[in-house]
């Protein structure tokens, strides 16, 4: 792992001059912000039983099934169009490295921009003169599991980005792997057929990938380390994946 | 590694990939500080083999050492000693020229204080320093070769291995990598493969050709100019008596023969071509012996072949035998179902 700082220094800067991260961070603290705005709306007009912090965190899908593939679609699949994964890998990095350098840029800048919306809470809190609009419990559970499942989403990404040398196809597949894997879990887990008798290992296994639940638990302060070791080996087998995946091709080309 | 080893060491090496064999068998050597130039036509199996070469691709079989070291077994070691420019030459568009050389010096483990002045010294070399802040995207074809040729040579490896190092450059751009190829003799070992044939004859010292994954030819220019034409061809215009002309080059170097007899003009010359396997010049000997036996002569030159004639008569010749094996198979089974038809 000599060369991983150099590379994930290297894939760091490179985020941060190119113009497409600014507008993708624009585009994500509009987007938040809105609905942010929405929500105190609501608490305005009549009071509710959850603290504003918990209902922020219930959209968490949406930014993490679009903005997740944006971020990771380039990063595998670009280099293996340009023909500059030659170059990478005839010096004496490893493959491991180069995956591991391109996800840990893309979880930075994920992890950055949730950050990034904590000044909603901040100016909420300033503003209103009202403590308890800053209601830590449920914001640091939140961003927590925004963090851990931040990982396993991001390594989805990567993993799409390293199957195709195509971009868009990376963005659509990273995009149906998230979606099936976030709100799949969710449609599921109220089926009546899965009770079944010989599909109830099934059912057992949904509930135990069922990420709404997680996060449910995270923003009521329940740290559950099933839920942390369901989303960091996830996170290393889709790395593993990855890895494989750029090393297939290389036999294959 | 041991010093005495060759920069460059390939035994029977054979790539195969979707049952398609791109290398068969093929086996050479390098010796250190050599330019050795690798020719072939499309699909022979010339950047399979650089790939392989690089450790980027696993070979099927056969072995593949770089300054002693097995490419196989010790990938990591073989890409510390070799600089390679790619095909095409891929760069990223987003980053300024001394940013790629920086980013790329540290991944060659290049140490941070000796960095910046390697730098330097290869954008001076590569003529560079005009372009260090401009962004990769924005520049010229020849300029991004040079950015491709120069990262190559950064590291001060002792194996530089560039495909078509000089495509798609204009005659000035090509005379410039061709110095900075020349200027790197001795020092490095460097395998060039191109299509521009005089491009090769004037910067290797030895020739490679290979064709449908075999290598067809190889050794220096000149040595393969003698294998494929004979030793020595001449060019004579003369008029006189042709049937008589054999026995009169006989006469001056007993393996002097006529392989072309031309047309005749209508002013009574004829254009012949003679060769010889004599390879020294005879031209002072042949053309008064030939006044004296009363031919009239008014043109002798000595037909030096270029490299484009080697490479074509290499190629056609590894074709012909292609052919050859497959007509011999194919008749072969042939006779095998008359046979069985037979029976």
């Keep these: ?253 | 590694m041991s010093d005495s080893a060759p920069a460059i060491e390939v035994s029977r090496l054979v790539k195969s990939y979707s049952g398609v064999v791109a290398v068969n068998d093929i086996s050479f050597t390098v010796q250190r500080g050599e330019i050795v130039g690798f020719l072939g036509p499309n699909g022979a199996g010339k950047s399979t083999t650089m790939r392989i070469l690089t450790g980027y691709l696993p070979a099927t079989s056969g072995s593949v050492n770089i300054c002693g070291v097995p490419v196989a077994t010790q990938p990591d070691e073989i890409k510390r000693r070799i600089g390679y420019l790619p095909e095409n030459n891929p760069l990223p568009e987003d980053m300024r020229v001394s940013e790629y050389m920086y980013f790329r010096g540290r991944l060659k483990e290049i140490p941070r204080r000796k960095l910046g002045p390697r730098i330097d010294e290869v954008l001076e070399v590569c003529d560079l320093k005009r372009v260090r802040h401009k962004i990769i995207g924005q520049l010229s074809k020849g300029y991004r070769q040079r950015v491709g040729i120069a990262e190559a040579i950064l590291a001060e490896p002792p194996v530089i291995i560039m495909d078509e190092p000089t495509i798609g450059l204009d005659p000035h751009q090509i005379l410039i990598v061709r110095d900075l190829i020349a200027s790197l003799r001795g020092r490095m070992t460097v395998i060039i493969s191109s299509h521009i044939l005089p491009e090769i004859e004037m910067t290797c010292d030895r020739v490679l050709i290979i064709n449908q994954g075999r290598v067809v030819a190889e050794g220096t220019p000149a040595k393969l100019r003698r294998e494929m034409f004979g030793h020595s061809t001449y060019q004579l215009e003369f008029a006189g008596d042709l049937t008589t002309l054999p026995a009169a080059l006989s006469g001056i170097e007993t393996t002097l023969k006529i392989t072309d007899e031309g047309e005749p003009h209508p002013d009574g010359f004829r254009r012949v071509k003679l060769t010889t396997d004599r390879d020294d010049e005879l031209g002072d000997s042949i053309l008064p012996q030939l006044l004296a036996a009363g031919y009239r002569v008014r043109g002798l030159i000595r037909v030096h072949p270029t490299l484009e004639d080697v490479f074509l008569a290499a190629t056609r010749r590894s074709w012909d035998v292609v052919k050859s094996t497959e007509a011999t198979g194919l008749a072969s089974a042939n006779s095998r179902t008359n046979e069985r038809g037979a029976a």
């Design chain 1, 1 to 253: 792992m000599k060369h991983f700082f150099t590379l994930l220094s290297h894939e760091i800067r490179m985020l941060l001059v190119s113009p497409a991260t600014y507008i993708a961070a624009t585009l994500f603290l509009a987007f938040m912000g809105m609905i942010f705005t929405k929500i105190l709306e609501i608490y305005s007009s009549a009071p509710q039983d959850l603290s504003p912090a918990a209902v922020y965190f219930q959209l968490f899908w949406l930014p993490a099934c679009v903005m997740v593939p944006l971020l990771t679609m380039k990063c595998l699949a670009e280099e293996r169009r340009l023909g500059t994964i030659e170059t990478l890998l005839t010096t004496p990095v490893t493959t491991t490295e180069v995956v591991l350098s391109k996800f840990g840029a893309a979880y930075f800048l994920y992890v950055t921009l949730w950050v990034s919306t904590g000044g909603f809470f901040y100016i909420l809190q300033t503003f209103s003169g009202d403590v308890r609009f800053l209601d830590s419990g449920p914001l640091f559970g939140g961003f927590l599991f925004i963090a851990v499942s931040g990982l396993l989403f991001v390594a989805l990404g990567v993993f799409a980005s390293s199957l195709t040398s195509n971009q868009s196809v990376a963005g659509i597949v990273g995009c149906v792997m998230l979606a099936t894997l976030i709100l799949g879990g969710n449609a599921l887990s109220d089926s009546a057929w899965l009770e079944q008798g010989v599909l109830r290992p099934a059912k057992v296994a949904i509930e135990y990938g069922h990420v709404f639940a997680h996060r449910d638990d995270f923003t009521r302060g329940v740290i559950d380390t099933r839920h942390l070791l369901f989303y960091l080996s996830g996170t290393v087998l889709a790395l593993m994946f990855s890895i494989l995946s750029v090393e297939a091709k290389l036999l294959h080309s």
